[in-house]
């Protein structure tokens, strides 16, 4: 990204931060396709193991499983894997389930206790570069050129670059194919009920929602949750990050790699960035945010909220299946609501009457090999096989037939209960992958709009205004040591300054910022700052 990308930025869009150094390094599946079973056990997969292996894979576990699904770790696609790629190659899949919202700290124990699975991944930075200062991960570059053809072809040498730390493949990362994050969303039927417009700018957002606050359009009794969002750190799918970051204010490209931080450490430090948590703080006194967003750690109590029809706005993920999945938030707020409908909204603009927001870098996991494993070589014919375009194809998007059915050449999703069963959890299997990959951007996003067949238009819309201005975070080619000793301490006491903040009476504001920002550079952010103003100036001499 050049300079002129850079211009605007806010609240990290990375996930958070490890705690500690490594002290060591269903119902059973129908046949496939016959091309896809061709695919998967092709002349090109390097060869079979002569003894048989235990590969151990990580997989998330979200905890949304359809009922007579099975677990993350035997269920339809385990078994078609096994099937497809295992039993050819003499390897038998083992799949170790992580909770989503306690990976990185579930997965620092694994590491440190050198009992990690053989396939690891994290989309948190300083986790990476802490494993690789610590000498925990094997180093992939030749066991890639001798068994990932397939891999170095679908990746390419940009996406493969974000893996390379000192000159080596310590981490293979995933390819983003569309790099949106948040989105916000209102209900449109209160905005009927008042007769006013879908708000396009946030002064006109805070009129929408107080009328919101004093009108009860949706006839809560009182329960109205004009503006919603949980917890503040990354971990669930809903933030105010987007809203905050509009108040921040132009940098120099100096400054903004000296006070960008990653993994959803709030960004005290930029200008601007105080005067967005100002405003949440007076919409807080005036009851236009849910009080008790601090004590919503998985964004569970948010969804349920909206799915009761309490809330009138929020933003998060775009096209998230949580939302907009079939059975999920939003299908459960009409069976509970009759009428009720969100539409996307992009209101939150800056002082150029942009709407920026942090979005994805082109990768999207990063795929590890803990140095413990004996199994190495194994683990990336795995992610080999995986990058073959059938091979893919059907772990995107199913069987056709059984999951999906052409749609102007698009796969488009089957919504019945059966197909539900067998298709729920499958951008976690392909982790080589975010994303539906059709060859451009626009082909992209329809392709992902289909996935959601009783919201396509929304989930296009959200898509849209998630990429709409959107900016990456800086980038160094280097770890930065501070973060990764201060880190976690960091993370925790710029948001509880960020919650203090929000909930201090609004004459208290001030001096409860103030402080909570000294705190924050004594305790080790001054330290960061100075290093990642450094590590620019280093890198500009290049």
Known sequence: MNAKQRKWFGISTSVIVLAGMLSACSSAPKEASSSTTAGATSNATPAVSKDPVTLKVEVFDRGNAPAGAGPVDNNFWTQWIQKNFGD??????????????????????????????????????????????????????????????????????????????????????????????????????????????????????????????????????????????????????????????????????????????????????????????????????????????????DGKSFEKDVANGLVGAFTALAAHPNLMGTGNVFDTLKKNVPGAEYVAMDPFTNEEGKSVKGIYDPIGAYIMVPKTSKHAAEAVKYLDWMSKSDVLFT????????????????????????????????????????????????????????????????????????????????????????????????????????VKSIMAKPDDFNKTFDAGVQEYLKIGGQTVTDERRTAYKDMKKK
């Open 88 to 297: 050819p190659n003499n390897i038998k899949l083992q799949f170790i389930p992580v909770p989503r919202n306690q990976e990185v700290d579930k997965l620092n124990i694994l590491m440190a206790s050198g009992d990690a699975p053989d396939l690891v991944f994290t989309y948190d930075t300083t986790t990476i570069n802490n494993y690789v200062k610590s000498g925990g991960l094997t180093d992939l570059s030749s066991l890639i050129d001798a068994n990932g053809p397939n891999l170095k072809k679908f990746l390419g040498t940009d996406v493969l670059s974000y893996g390379i730390f000192s000159g080596k493949q310590y981490a293979i990362p995933a390819k983003r194919t569309l790099q949106y994050t948040q989105s916000s969303y209102i209900r449109k039927d209160w905005l009927d009920k008042l007769g006013m417009p879908v708000p396009k700018t946030t002064d006109e957002f805070y009129k929408t929602i107080k009328a919101f606050k004093e009108k009860d359009p949706g006839q809560t009794g009182g329960k109205v949750i004009p503006y919603d969002f949980s917890s503040l750190d990354g971990t669930a799918i809903t933030t105010p990050g987007v809203l905050i970051s509009s108040f921040v204010k132009k940098l120099s490209e100096e400054d903004n790699y000296a006070l960008s931080t990653s993994n959803y450490i709030p960004e005290l430090q930029k200008p601007g960035y105080k005067d967005g948590l100002q405003f949440l703080n007076k919409m807080n006194s005036e009851g236009l945010i849910n009080p008790d967003f601090a004590l919503d750690k």
């Open 395 to 498: 772990l995107t998007n199913g069987i056709e037939g059984q999951h999906y059915t052409l749609e102007n050449g698009f796969p488009k999703t089957i919504t019945t209960d059966e197909a539900k069963k067998t298709f729920y959890n499958n951008t976690d299997i392909a982790i080589v992958i975010n994303g539906k990959d059709f060859g451009s951007q626009e082909k992209n996003i329809e392709a992902t709009s289909l996935a959601f067949p009783n919201y396509k238009e929304l989930a296009k819309q959200t898509i849209n205004n998630g990429l709409k201005d959107g900016y990456t975070i800086p980038r160094f080619d280097r770890p930065i040591d501070s973060e990764i000793k201060y880190g976690k301490t960091l993370k925790d006491k710029a948001l509880e300054a960020v």
